[in-house]
């Protein structure tokens, strides 16, 4: 799977360096697979919260962390849309949750 953007991730961890190890294992494991359904993606990630077809949760860190992506299956992408703590999550609504282009 292509993730959009790693550099998300790495912002993240510049801020919450004991994310990092953790996001870097979820990159790695990502990258190197390819889903084509949420069923894929919960048999590599059980405790994954699939909201809808496209859009899942991540559970990063023991759950110290959540990350909301939006998966296109049919080019293998992974839009990268939100990351914080759960204590943050909770405070939002992860279906509301939408792609946004960084200005250039």
Avoid at 5 to 10: F, Q, S, V
Avoid at 81 to 89: C, E, K, M, N, V
């Amino acid at each position: 799977m292509r993730i959009i953007a790693k550099r998300t991730l790495k912002e993240f961890w510049d801020e919450n360096p004991e994310a990092e190890n953790s996001l870097l294992e979820w990159h790695d494991i990502v990258a190197s697979l390819v889903w084509n359904t949420p069923n894929d993606v919960k048999a590599t990630f059980g405790n994954a919260s699939i909201i809808d077809k496209h859009q899942v949760v991540f559970n990063i860190k023991g759950n110290d962390y959540r990350l909301i992506t939006h998966i296109d299956y049919s080019f293998g992408l992974i839009f990268l849309l939100w990351i914080g703590s759960h204590a943050a999550y909770d405070k939002i609504d992860a279906k509301k949750v939408e792609f946004k282009r960084r200005k250039q």
